[in-house]
């Protein structure tokens, strides 16, 4: 089996012999049954490809297709004139830049149709010009397919907000074209990371129907569970041989790993395409997907905003409207977080019509969570994994003591910057420590009241952790025992640990600890 990695056209996957999931009675009802339409997705999820197969059909290539579920469905193939805008690859951080990325494009289509520009620099009329004469030299209307419509505003938000500005009524003004020339238009289909509620593109012209979150076709980019069972059954085997495991084991670790993608209220289990492909390809599990991108602007995005973390991490209840279009004048940074795929839908309240969002999977939990440290800690990327690896360690062997010199260590290497914090700093840093042992150790940190501060289970032991801002250490043990917080563990057999710590806000690190 030959995996596509990296591979975004159509016609090359098929003429080349690349495995391909059948995605094409989904698009055989796009094209019939609508005109304008909007895809929100993350990165790396197919959505180039999904252009290009669209391409092809509407370029009238039949043979490509032969053997695909449409081959059945459609008869006529008429062939139409498609018009391809891809914002891919080009740094709009720079100014004209997006001017002259579309500029390029009409002036090769205006030699095509030969058209004279003139003196006119309005883009969108220039681009009228030539949809109009297509239609009348094809006789069909015409197909526009633009890929990453939000690239130029993404590129620049938070960053540059001239120049957003600037991009965003270049934007207004080209995609005001599609009401103008609606005679002379077949189809149109634009995608993007980001739905922005202000951007002109979903008010310019006839409203595009945003399919982002229809049931019907949540399925249109990506592998769904039995897709991936079914059309991937030989490369699961041969990864689970590698693995030394059997073939429900890796399925399980695979669903871990890469599913839980949710972009409707059916639930249906998506798993990150780019992904499992290269799992598939290297036969070893990785962050394959966090790492083509470092969501840096969006912790930077979370810290301006004074987003609770831990809020973040334990799952958000929230209507549609508040996650599926961002406002730039708003400092609320879910919408992007969602739509970039860092935050999927978990759960649905049909009687309320509320959404739980939460991580999809591992790869991004612990991706993601890895990524925040040097964000909110001294500690860098290299010397994160050794602090966590020690502290599990330390915590299986009952050498609780060297845990918490260790946790001692860690907050006095803070530098004084991160250090002059508030108290939800410190309790963000603390939780950050305990998910992150998560990944090793049956680890539970406190989201809400009621509970211990953290609980983590070894083989051997389950400890109990409360921590106190200036207070006492007696203070938080005996909290432990007053909160009953060992009750539920009592007849588990393994020894059980109380640890009540003093945390200084003057000392901007640990007091002291007891261990009981």
Known sequence: MIYPIGIQTFEKIVKDGFVYVDKTDLIYSLVTQGQIYFLSRPRRFGKSLLLSTLRAYFEGKKELFAGL????????????????????GVDFTMPGALHLKIEG?????????????????????RFNRILQAAAEQTGRGAVVLVDEYDKPLLDVLEKDPELL???REILKAFYSVFKLADASLRFVFLTGVTKFSQVSVFSGFNQPKDISM???????????EEELHTQFAEPIREMAASEGCTEEEMRQRLKRHYDGYHFSKEMTDIYNPFSVLNAFFSKEFGNYWF??????????????SDYDLRLLMDGIETAASAFTEYRADRKNPIPLIYQSGYLTIKEYDREFGLYRLGFPNDEVRYGFLN??????????????????GKFVQELRSGDVDAFMRRFEAFFADFPYELN???????????????????????AKVRGAKGRADAVVKTKDYIYVFEFKLDGSVKDALRQIDEKGYLLPYEADGREL????????????????????
């Not at 579920?69 to 891919?88: G, P, Q, S, T, Y």
């Not at 229809?214 to 769904?224: N, S």
């Not at 790492?291 to 301006?304: I, N, R, S, W, Y």
């Not at 003093?502 to 261990?515: A, H, T, V």
């Open 105 to 125: 494009y009409l002036y090769d289509w205006e030699e095509e149709f030969g058209i004279s520009s003139g003196v006119d620099t309005n883009l969108g009329s």
């Open 420 to 442: 002059d914090r508030t108290e939800r700093h410190y309790q963000v840093v603390i939780y950050l420590i305990f998910k992150l042992m998560g990944q090793f150790c049956d």
């Open 165 to 167: 500005e600037q991009n």
């Open 497 to 516: 640990v109380k640890i009540g710590v003093s945390f200084s806000k003057e000392d901007r690190n640990l007091g002291c600890w007891e261990i009981v």
């Open 69 to 88: 579920k449409i081959d059945a469905l459609e008869h006529d193939w008429h062939v139409h004139r498609v018009f391809h805008f891809d914002f891919n």
């Open 214 to 224: 229809f049931d019907k076709y949540e399925a249109l980019c990506g592998i769904t």
């Open 371 to 388: 990524f925040l440290v040097p964000f909110y800690t001294a500690i860098t990327d290299e010397e994160r994994s050794f602090y966590v």
């Open 291 to 304: 790492q083509t991108g470092t969501p840096t602007f969006l912790v930077e995005l979370l810290k301006e």
